[in-house]
């Protein structure tokens, strides 16, 4: 399974668009980005998910370059009801785990 | 549509004392499941996942263990609890073979071992 790497914390304000990327060097052909989020004391849930390009949710928006070495998971406008830790995954889901590294921890400031 | 149970949502136990908690999926047939743990500010720490029934990978060699008596029904089990058995559990499920389905978690049960 593919290892990411993302940024520990990020800060940000309500209504700026937050980017958060995501490294996955050693992804596989078959292997597909997802993206959740989780809120303290619940399950993750999911946000998006994509293989190439661009795809776009009434959520969020996520970009993966050609190489797809790494995504890039958007939110546009965030509000105080965003903070959250956000995990990007890479896998092909089809009988394999499910494996979260440490997430990204998004602080949205009034 | 597809709804997962998992309780109980909270549990203090002695140390020494058994665990069992369970989880079942609705509306879905041969999934995958899961079981994290989560210790507080943290990341989620897979623990077991399931591709069928009594075909179970452990990820993590603990006193815990984990079963799967019928298709839809996860049950995470210890003989002994540790302290360091604390912690959040959540259970999960994900489409069967040949699929890319999203996972979808259950609520969780706080876990505090004294």
């Known amino acids: 399974l593919a290892k990411t790497t993302q940024p520990i914390s990020m800060d940000s304000y309500e209504g700026q668009e937050v980017n958060i990327t995501c490294s996955h060097n050693?992804?596989?052909?078959?292997?597909?980005i997802t993206w959740y989020q989780q809120f303290p004391s619940q399950g993750p849930r999911f946000i998006i998910q994509?293989?190439?390009t661009k795809v776009t949710n009434e959520v969020a928006s996520l970009f993966i370059p050609a190489d797809r070495k790494s995504s890039t998971l958007s939110l546009p406008r965030v509000s105080l009801s965003d903070t959250a830790v956000y995990y990007c995954?890479?896998?092909?889901?089809?009988?394999?785990?499910?494996?979260f590294g440490g997430g990204t921890r998004l602080m949205v400031k009034p | 549509s597809q709804t997962i149970h998992q309780w109980p949502a909270t549990l203090v136990q002695p140390v020494g004392s058994p665990l069992s908690l369970e989880c079942t999926v609705e509306?879905?047939?041969?999934?995958?499941l899961y079981w994290y743990r989560q210790a507080a500010g943290r990341g989620l720490q897979l623990l077991f996942y399931?591709?069928?029934?009594?075909?179970i990978s452990s990820e993590v060699p603990q006193n815990l263990s984990a079963s799967r008596p019928q298709d839809r029904q996860f049950i995470l089990s210890s003989k002994k609890l540790l302290l360091s058995d604390s912690g959040f559990y959540l259970c999960?499920?994900?489409?069967?073979?040949?699929?890319?389905?999203?996972?979808?978690f259950g609520q969780g049960t706080r876990l505090t071992v004294v």
């Open positions: 399931s591709i069928g029934i009594d075909q």
């Open positions: 999960a499920w994900s489409g069967g073979r040949g699929t890319n389905t999203e996972a979808f």
């Open positions: 509306g879905t047939s041969n999934p995958n």
């Open positions: 994509g293989y190439k």
């Open positions: 050693n992804i596989a052909t078959n292997d597909y």
């Open positions: 995954l890479v896998g092909y889901n089809a009988g394999n785990m499910l494996t």
